[in-house]
């Protein structure tokens, strides 16, 4: 069974501009995860999509955003980037339950300049 | 406030034991996970504990109290290809998961 993908996976963006990332969960699987991973904050829990339902939010501003499409691909997007918006951005599947494991893909690193 | 403390760093030597500790502060609680990263990889899943007691896996153990909030993850025989970072994480009853910070781990030869 083929990994959690995304795409790209190294971008490089100026401040102001908008970007979209791409994560193709492992097949089966209805529940993407997306987080935002720096050197000095961790994994930080940016939102789920569970049957093109946002199902959780964490606690970031209002230009991240994202989406889920009936094959459960996801696609999140991040509007008038900011210099701090510099990350690893990683998603993860499931299948959904509150216990379920989590694969993460190899995730988008994200530079803005 | 949420949140979930393990230690930064832990060094050791090839074949030693390491008890990486987590405790947490969360609104709600389904349980403890444990996730291995080494350098330029994405997070693998290395073990759950919904309940208390001790979970083992090979060389991987983990353990968890939920009347202290507190678990650990315990690994034997160490190797060179263990040296990575190692996160918690627990997720909360509004069904977020959240991760500690992550605990780099280093071993020596």
């Known amino acids: 069974k083929a990994g959690v993908t995304q795409t790209p996976r190294y971008l490089i963006k100026t401040r102001g501009q908008q970007v979209t990332l791409s994560c193709s969960p492992i097949?089966?699987?209805?529940?993407v995860s997306w987080y935002q991973q720096t050197p000095g904050q961790g994994l930080q829990f940016l939102f789920e999509y569970f049957s093109e339902t946002q199902r959780n939010k964490g606690n970031f501003p209002g230009r991240f955003s994202g989406r889920q499409f009936s094959n459960s691909r996801s696609e999140m997007n991040v509007s008038t980037l900011e210099l701090g918006d510099s990350a690893l951005y990683l998603c993860?599947?499931?299948?959904?339950?509150?216990?379920?494991?989590?694969?993460f893909g190899p995730g988008t690193r994200l530079l803005v300049l | 406030g949420q949140s979930l403390e393990q230690p930064s760093e832990v060094t050791a030597v090839e074949g030693a034991i390491v008890q990486i500790n987590c405790t947490y502060q969360?609104?709600?609680?389904?349980?403890l996970s444990w996730y291995q990263q080494h350098d330029g990889g994405a997070p693998t899943f290395l073990s759950y504990n919904g309940l208390d007691g001790l979970e083992e896996t090979g060389r991987f153990s983990s353990f968890l109290s939920r009347s202290d909030s507190y678990g650990y993850l315990l690994l034997q025989e160490l190797q060179m290809k263990d040296s990575a970072s190692y996160f918690c994480?627990?997720?909360?009853?509004?069904?977020?998961?959240?991760f500690g910070a992550g605990t780099r781990l280093t071993v020596k030869p």
């Open positions: 969360t609104s709600g609680f389904y349980g």
């Open positions: 994480a627990v997720r909360d009853n509004n069904n977020d998961m959240r």
């Open positions: 993860a599947s499931s299948l959904g339950g509150v216990m379920e494991t989590q694969y």
């Open positions: 097949s089966g699987h209805r529940s």
